[in-house]
């Protein structure tokens, strides 16, 4: 598998495919993906992208030279997916789009990754995971009643892309091998993962002209729904999505007369008494520590959750139990953290191998693998500015 992405959402396709054994080789740049220095680093290292491209091979090629195209053609040749996220027209442009990669592999299944997808009026936008987590309608649902349209902080758009395209990538080859079918393009745009997260809305405003707005932490489905502070100054938060755990709360708190109104009965109609619900169960929760509060609901079997921070994540038990959290060594800065992978299978486990490698760690043994090349011509492509040998330690 072939990787001629940036930052997120491409990458983290390969990343969810390369946890699970697919060889990826990522193909930077000479000046490498953005996600290098993006955000927090440490030791001039990003650490986001040391998560992105774990398990992955580093190679460093300009598509821009024609050596770099004829060098990516072969890779093409020997790959059963390439992915790449540059504006649509680029990889024609370079004699790398998928009418000419079709050629090179009747069998490649090429993934391509844009904000607004390969034809239509925003064609040639520039796209990010913001600009979908916009206009998408994300934004627009999310907040309060009385605040501004509210944008996530965290590549949302992006992961959800990614993990749509992991899904796109195994429909394909399933297709191919599995069904005797050939290779093909797969067209993802930012903004239509995303927007297709987002609930029945679209059916709900085409059948009754509603448009869903902004309601905080409740919904309009059922109530009590929302997030609500202990004594001792944490947070937990609560969902009554069945009537029978609804029913138990209310009896938990002192209320269960409430519990007998006929309006109770539906969730739809709960949340029209939000504040009514609230102030019960939020009056309650207020004179408990949390403890105490999660002990309660267990007791009843109502459901209960504490909000974490990422600290608090790493130090709970279930989390442990489950090894969502890994300690990998990495060649830069020695064991770090992150998260396990995405679900556990019992017959083919995945593994996070190592964390992102430096820029072009990979690509002698890569080109003099796949492709055969000499040292005298690897020089020479050095020299040219098409490739680049791996960056020493730092």
Known sequence: MLECATIMAGPTIAMALGDFGAEVIKVEHPQGDGLRMGGASKNGHGLSYKVYNRNKRHVVLNLSKPEGQEILRE?????????????????????????????????????RVSGFGQFGPYAQRRGFGTLAEAMSGFAHINGYPDGPPTLPPFGMADGIAGLSGAYAVMLALYNRDARGGAGQMI??????????????????????????????????????????????????????????????????????????????????????????????VGGWIAQRDLDEVSRAFDEVGAAVAPVYDVAQVVADPQYRALDSVITVNDDD?????????????????????????????????VLRRLLGLSDERLKELYDAGVTAPARAKR
């Open 75 to 111: 890779l093409v040749k020997q790959s059963d997916v390439l992915i790449e996220n540059f504006r649509p027209g680029v990889m024609e442009r370079w004699g790398l789009g998928w009418t000419g990669l079709e050629k090179v592999n009747p069998r490649l299944v090429m993934v």
């Open 187 to 280: 067209d993802i745009a930012l903004i239509e993962p995303i927007f297709s997260l987002l609930g029945p809305q679209t059916t709900i405003y085409d059948q009754t002209g509603t448009i869903q707005g902004r309601t905080g932490n409740r919904t309009p489905n059922n109530a009590p729904r929302n997030i609500y502070p202990t004594r001792d100054g944490r947070w937990v938060g609560l969902s009554t999505a069945s009537l029978s755990i609804a029913e138990r709360l209310m009896r938990l708190v002192g209320r269960p007369d409430i519990a007998e109104e006929p309006w109770f009965r539906s969730g739809p109609e709960r949340a029209k008494h939000s504040d009514e619900l609230d102030a019960i």
């Open 333 to 365: 800065l020695g064991p770090i953290k992150m998260q396990n992978l995405l679900f556990r299978m019992s017959a083919t486990p995945g593994k996070v191998r190592h964390p992102g490698r430096r820029l072009g760690q990979d690509t002698d043994e």
